[in-house]
């Protein structure tokens, strides 16, 4: 953190830094124009200053050119008048005198009268000699002094002529005072060069150099121009920037050489300064950066623990934090920490709901590694159920172990086939070895491997369930069901015996029934015909008594017939049942109303029908139903008139007929017993009856796949209905 600061910090400066240095260089370089400008002044001011001295000094000279001792030609008084101007005015350093050969007649040198030499710049004599005006000298060997020197000469005028040449000389030294005035910075340089460019003063060791030429390179560059800089190197060795200038006046040049090395300093100790400024700016920066960066650093480093934590889902207690985002790090962590918790208690929940349900399965999960063979179970369920301790049996070759003989290859090529991904999934019933030496029976299962990026089986995951209990009872159904096979092969042909007698004692009885109902039938016959018979030819005789023995003796003997062919009806039901036709029901109501035609007129009745359906039925069971229910419509009821309705409706794929009167009505505890045979709910003398007809309409009913019901209270009429299934009856 307070590296990236750093650098942070760094990457701010950088730019002020390139701006600094870009300044830095374009102010040096202003600075070295405005400096070389400056100087120029200077040395101008210079050469105005050494001019002036020189004006003076010819001033000096003309005062004297026109003293009164020359033009009587009293030399001795001129050198007298000479050597007091020249002490009185400080200038100069000796006044001669000379003529036109250059022959010196008096020199305030020499005491007058002493032998002169002539005189040490014959040109400068000359000059005045040629042009009758003042002349500057450049600077010469003094023949009397015995020196360099420089001097100014001025024309001594007589009869309009130049008669000589005054001559005043200044020692360098004077100009070296001159050029020392100035307050040049020390290492600096000022140089008088007299016109040939001989060094005629010099602000430094001046007595070396005066008389002596600059180095040449330093000399060109100076005689180049009349006013300007340049880069040389002095006489000194001293490598320097020099501006130097040319005198109006006496056509000296004046130049100031400032030393390189003074000027690199300079610019070095702005460079530093600029450097130091950069570097303080820098360590604040850096010492701000690693304040700020330890008080981030702190912030985040605080979160370390609750993020420890997290990661191992313990509790995450984030402290307070100072830095918002840290702070908003910490928010998150907490939040996270809570959605953690919640998904851990649902994914805890969810797990013990597995353990549970592998648990009341029976069930133990387990994990193979691959390469290992190491087997690691999800709990102790593995081995208990087995009745081992847990982890006694480690990897998978120590279960193999443990398989019946008789599963073991196949559960081993399973496998193997799972791992190598030619199978989607295993799945085996096995018999394992339990600790106590028993067989329990195990589904062993497990789904395709998980891989790692080549295909290569990582871990199979995979259940064991105990499922002896359930091979057990198998085992048990299967021996049961052996038996109960046997079992019902033994019945089936007792019941076949039986079933044979049954069929030949049921045709026989019906035999029986049948000879017997006619042999009873003709007796009756007669016994009713012979007693009417009778009743008509004794009736004259007959007394009222006799008359109702013998009516009842006809009345019972008719009761017996109904009854022999009602009975013999519902025995025949089955015998003389006939093949299924199309019977249109409304024609067979047609034919009961006929049958019933002397009933329906003592009673008054009314009997309608609706429209009825043909359906697929036996005709004269068809026409013995319908005429039991009518019949029996008409009778149990005290309404004048009786009204018997039957109509018909299709109701779920059948149809439903039904028979409706306005009688006496059933008690509804009766509505289930009245279709037992000889069920009646009234005597006879009551209302006659024999209680079969109802059991022959069930059985009617029934034989056509439908069923019969009753709905109906006491004096509320009744009404029976039947269905009758809709398609093909024949069946
Ligand atoms: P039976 O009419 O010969 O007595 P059934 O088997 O036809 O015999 O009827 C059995 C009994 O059901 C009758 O004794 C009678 O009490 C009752 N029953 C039958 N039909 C009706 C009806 N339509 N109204 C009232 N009661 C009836």
Redesign the pocket.
Known sequence: MRTLLAWLVLACLLPGIIGATTLFIHEYREGRSQLKKDTIQTVRALAQAVDNQILRVQALAVGLAASDALATGDFGRFHEQARRTLAHARLGASVSLADSQGRQIANTGENFGASLPFHGSPELVRRVFDTGEAAVSDVYQSRVLHRPLVAVAVPVMQDNGVRYALTVTILPETLDDILGAQGLPPGWVATVFDSAGTIAARSRASDEYVGQKPAPGYYRHLMEADEGTFEAVMKDRVPVLAAFTRSAVTHWRLAIGIPQESLASRFNRRLSVLAAGIAALFAVGLGLAWLVGGRIARSFSALVPPAMALGAGKRVAVPSQSVKEAAEVARAMEEAARLLEKRSATLRESEYRLAMALKAANTAAWEMDVATQALHPADDLLFTMLGYAPGELATAGDWLARVHGDDRAKVAQQIDEVIAGRRESYRSELRLLAADGSWRWILSQAVAPERDADGRALRLVGTHTDITERKEAEAEIRRLNTELEERVQQRTVQLKQSNEALMLSNMELQRFAHATAHDLQTPLRSIVGFSQLLRQELKPRLDERTDEWLELVIDNTRRLQTLIQELLDYSRLDAQARPFEPVDLGEILGQVAATLAPAIGDSGAEVEGGPLPTVMADRGQMVLLLQ??VE??I???RSRPPRVTVSAERQDGEWVIAVA?N????DPKYHER?FEIF????SHQQ?P???????ICQRIVERHGGRLWVE?RPGEG?V?RFSLPVGDQAQ
Request: charged share 15%.
């Open positions: 039991n229910l029996n419509g009778k149990y009821n009167d009688g006496i009505g059933i009245i069920r009646r709910l009234h209302i009856g024999t209680g079969i007809g109802l059991a109906s009744s029976f």
